[in-house]
């Protein structure tokens, strides 16, 4: 079976698709395949991969679609404005075994939009249409868009989706907030129903899928076909197996404080290596605990704590510390007291 087969199977069945959202620096080959031992996602984004004139592939992004451990298909994800660069990029990428190449109309990082990439294109929609012109004709896999409902205002939805629809594309993720709402907002999970409404392709709903029952409401609400995951699944990666248990009336999976220690053990060892000075891991640990810290208590005491902790030993002393016992983990996070800028808000480069 090719990629495109399987990914047509998952979308044969009755279940929701579940997605792993694109997260750069974050969900790489080594956390694709944590994900994966702890139930997993139906399919896997690739982090995105930089198109310009000059552009290459990037070797850390390829090994996820060269070497996939997951078992499930795999979309590579690119940013760009440049037709030619993006239409060469798109024939390199379907030299690997990828299910579909996704077009990234969302990313809120000032200097990705500011050069009129990501969500930066949602202010001229008829650069889109030309991009995605180019695009479908030069994908023979699935072609598929990642996008937000606006730049600073929402009222052009209305414009793009007959756009994604003339260009036939075969599968749109929305996520429910503008680019300048970034990631902390309200979703407005009414324009996702929208989309699903004037759409003959499957949507994925996206933004705050933060446990098995808000998902089910989310699908409820939008008659999404599927939800793509992005920080609920650092915070909590057993929450696809939740999703498909909720789904099926099964009980859920309710890890407990030391279920979730363990996760920080081999999240530890799958994403850093022993040759990286430890600082250097202990910093890179930081950028998931940033997020994974908001499900382990409800004062901010760890997520202050773990700021400040310099060693590996400090690092997993703090979290033993809050999280070595029996009690269930909270399914929704806490609701911490955040800067709009904080790293948590997702604040990426
Ligand atoms: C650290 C971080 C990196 C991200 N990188 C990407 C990316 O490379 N491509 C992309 O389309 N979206 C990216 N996003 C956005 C997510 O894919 C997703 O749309 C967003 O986080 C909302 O979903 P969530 O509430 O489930 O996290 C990133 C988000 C975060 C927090």
């Given amino acids: 079976m090719t990629p495109v087969?399987?990914?047509?199977?998952?979308?044969?069945?009755?279940?929701?698709?579940?997605?792993?959202?694109?997260m750069q620096d974050v969900t790489d080959l080594?956390?694709?395949?944590?994900?994966?031992?702890?139930?997993?996602?139906?399919?896997?984004?690739?982090?995105?991969?930089?198109?310009?004139?000059?552009?290459?592939?990037?070797?850390?992004?390829?090994?996820?679609?060269?070497e996939n451990p997951t078992g499930m298909p795999a979309v590579a994800q690119m940013i760009g404005n440049d037709i030619p660069s993006l239409v060469r990029t798109a024939k390199e990428l379907q030299q690997y075994p990828i299910a579909a190449v996704d077009l990234n109309l969302g990313c809120p990082a000032p200097v990705v939009y500011k050069k009129c990439a990501g969500g930066g294109l949602l202010r001229e929609p008829e650069r889109i249409?030309?991009?995605?012109?180019?695009?479908?004709?030069?994908?023979?896999?699935?072609f598929t868009v990642k996008t937000r409902i606006g730049f600073d205002d929402n009222a052009v939805f209305d414009r793009l989706l007959p756009i994604f629809a003339k260009h036939s594309i075969d599968l749109l993720t929305v996520h429910g907030r503008t680019?300048?709402?970034?990631?902390?907002?309200?979703?407005?999970?009414?324009?996702?129903?929208?989309?699903?409404?004037?759409?003959?392709?499957?949507?994925?709903?996206?933004?705050?899928?933060?446990?098995?029952?808000?998902?089910?409401?989310?699908?409820?609400?939008t008659g999404a076909r599927g939800l793509m995951?992005?920080?609920?699944?650092?915070?909590?990666?057993?929450?696809?197996?939740?999703?498909?248990?909720?789904?099926?009336g099964e009980p859920?999976?309710?890890?407990?404080?030391?279920?979730?220690?363990?996760?920080?053990?081999?999240?530890?060892?799958?994403?850093?290596?022993?040759?990286?000075?430890?600082?250097?891991?202990?910093?890179?640990?930081?950028?998931?605990?940033?997020?994974?810290?908001?499900?382990?208590e409800p004062s901010g005491a760890f997520l202050h704590a773990m700021r400040r902790v310099k060693t590996?030993?400090?690092?997993?002393?703090?979290?033993?510390?809050?999280?070595?016992?029996?009690?269930?983990?909270?399914?929704?996070p806490?609701?911490?007291d955040l800067q709009a800028k904080d790293v948590l808000a997702g604040v990426h480069q």
């Fill in 252 to 296: 859920i999976l309710l890890p407990r404080g030391r279920d979730v220690l363990a996760y920080i053990h081999a999240l530890y060892d799958a994403v850093t290596s022993p040759e990286v000075p430890e600082t250097l891991q202990v910093q890179k640990m930081k950028k998931y605990l940033n997020f994974l810290g908001l499900g382990v």
């Fill in 129 to 142: 249409d030309a991009i995605l012109g180019a695009l479908r004709d030069a994908v023979q896999v699935k």
């Fill in 179 to 221: 680019v300048l709402e970034m990631y902390r907002s309200d979703v407005h999970y009414d324009f996702i129903a929208r989309a699903v409404q004037a759409m003959s392709c499957p949507v994925l709903a996206n933004g705050n899928v933060s446990s098995a029952k808000k998902a089910e409401q989310i699908l409820q609400e």
């Fill in 312 to 332: 590996k030993a400090e690092l997993f002393a703090l979290c033993a510390e809050h999280l070595d016992h029996g009690d269930e983990m909270s399914l929704e």
């Fill in 5 to 22: 087969q399987h990914l047509n199977a998952l979308l044969a069945r009755p279940e929701p698709l579940l997605a792993l959202a694109p």
């Fill in 334 to 336: 806490f609701e911490l």
């Fill in 30 to 66: 080594p956390f694709w395949r944590l994900m994966t031992a702890y139930g997993g996602a139906d399919v896997y984004y690739t982090e995105y991969f930089r198109v310009h004139a000059d552009s290459k592939l990037e070797k850390g992004i390829v090994p996820s679609i060269a």
């Fill in 229 to 248: 995951i992005g920080r609920g699944a650092i915070r909590n990666p057993w929450m696809f197996q939740q999703i498909r248990q909720h789904q099926h």
